[in-house]
């Protein structure tokens, strides 16, 4: 059973530019969570999605980020226009709630570079 | 309100020494509270978590002690080890339907483990 996987790992983009990251949650895992870590950081929450719907978004930007998880295929963070202060690591974490276990596994991460 | 207060920000321990951190929240209505663990370029792991109707969980070298009147709860790792070198991260959540919910992360605690 393959894990979150996360691509690409590592991605840079110039500034303006747009940036796409991808998350492939564990098999029959229908929730995904997108954060955000800063050097030296904790991790900083974004969105939750579900598949075709995104439950909370309160962590996100109001301007550049969107996130979606479609019926098929992976969930998908972008960041249109990025800017310096984008450069960060982003993690996806995926679970499957109500079977009694309310842990999260994360991915790898995709680390960010704006230059 | 929402913020979670971690420290230290970095720890020295003996190899077979106690390592303690401690980790302290101000929204009651928080009801999930795990540890996670990191390496160097991964992604956080889950260690251990906890609900606030327990004092304390033990798995393994890892206890979770809460103090839910204060409103701290704290990580022990037992007879520390080399490989236990990480950053560590309490984090804590207001489930929803059986989910984690979005977690709200300590800054982190560097530990160092000398042989």
């Known amino acids: 059973n393959a894990g979150v996987m996360q691509n690409p790992r590592h991605l840079v983009r110039r500034r303006g530019q747009e940036a796409r990251l991808r998350c492939s949650p564990m098999?029959?895992?229908?929730?995904v969570y997108w954060y955000r870590q800063l050097p030296e950081e904790g991790l900083k929450f974004m969105v939750y999605?579900?598949?075709?719907?995104?439950?909370?978004e309160s962590g996100m930007p109001k301007e550049r980020f969107s996130a979606e998880f479609p019926k098929e295929g992976p969930s998908i963070l972008r960041i249109q226009q990025v800017v310096r202060g984008d450069s960060a690591a982003y993690f996806c974490?995926?679970?499957?709630?109500?079977?009694?276990?309310?842990?999260?596994?994360f991915g790898q991460g995709t680390r960010l570079t704006v230059v | 309100q929402q913020q979670v207060k971690q420290s230290p920000q970095s720890l020295i321990v003996q190899k077979g020494g106690i390592s303690i951190i401690n980790c302290a929240y101000e929204?009651?209505?928080?009801?999930?509270f795990p540890w996670y663990q990191q390496f160097p370029g991964k992604g956080p792991a889950l260690l251990i978590a906890?609900?606030?109707?327990?004092s304390e969980k033990k798995e393994g070298r890892f206890t979770i002690s809460f103090n839910k009147s204060a409103k701290q709860f704290s990580l022990h790792i037992m007879d520390s080890q080399p490989g236990d070198s990480a950053t560590y991260f309490c984090?804590?959540?207001?489930?929803?339907?059986?989910?984690?919910?979005?977690?709200?992360f300590g800054k982190g605690t560097k530990l160092s483990v000398k042989p």
């Open positions: 999605l579900q598949k075709e719907n995104i439950i909370d």
């Open positions: 906890i609900r606030p109707d327990v």
């Open positions: 974490a995926s679970s499957t709630p109500g079977q009694g276990d309310t842990e999260a596994f």
């Open positions: 984090a804590a959540s207001i489930t929803w339907r059986g989910s984690q919910g979005n977690l709200i």
């Open positions: 929204n009651t209505a928080f009801d999930y």
């Open positions: 098999k029959g895992h229908s929730h």
